[in-house]
């Protein structure tokens, strides 16, 4: 079993920061790739970023230059790291891991993140 456990989400004014955490224990190997997404009210579930575990990312383009995901492979955790929000960029922001060798995803419980005045 693997438990992906999120931190950090919350209400922030638009212009602020947060950071989001997510943290992978259980029975870890060989992971491909962790990352985020958000699910907006009515909408889809999209990418944000994702970071392999060599170390490439990929951003969507709506949040580039503004967000900054990070790995610490030994704590098997990814970081977001969330600047100059905005209030579109409010949504839930799911945690995502694949492993390399079977290709099993695991999905977080979600954090709500809002940007509001």
Do not use: H
């Not at 060989?30 to 985020?36: A, T």
């Not at 579930?45 to 030994?74: E, Q």
Request: one cysteine or more; hydrophobic letters at 35%.
């Amino acid at each position: 079993q693997v438990q992906l456990v999120e931190s950090g989400g919350g209400l922030v004014q638009p212009g602020g920061s947060l950071r989001l955490s997510c943290a992978a224990s259980g029975n870890i190997f060989s992971i491909r790739l962790m990352g985020w997404y958000r699910q907006a009210e009515g909408k889809q579930r999209d990418l944000v970023a994702v970071i392999t575990s060599g170390g490439t990312t990929n951003y969507a383009d709506s949040v580039k230059g503004r967000f900054t995901i990070s790995r610490d492979n030994a704590k098997n955790t990814v970081y977001l790291q969330m600047n100059s929000l905005k209030p579109e960029d409010t949504a839930v922001y799911y945690c995502k891991l694949v492993f390399g060798l079977t290709g099993r995803t695991y999905w977080g419980q979600g954090t709500q993140v809002t940007v509001s005045s």
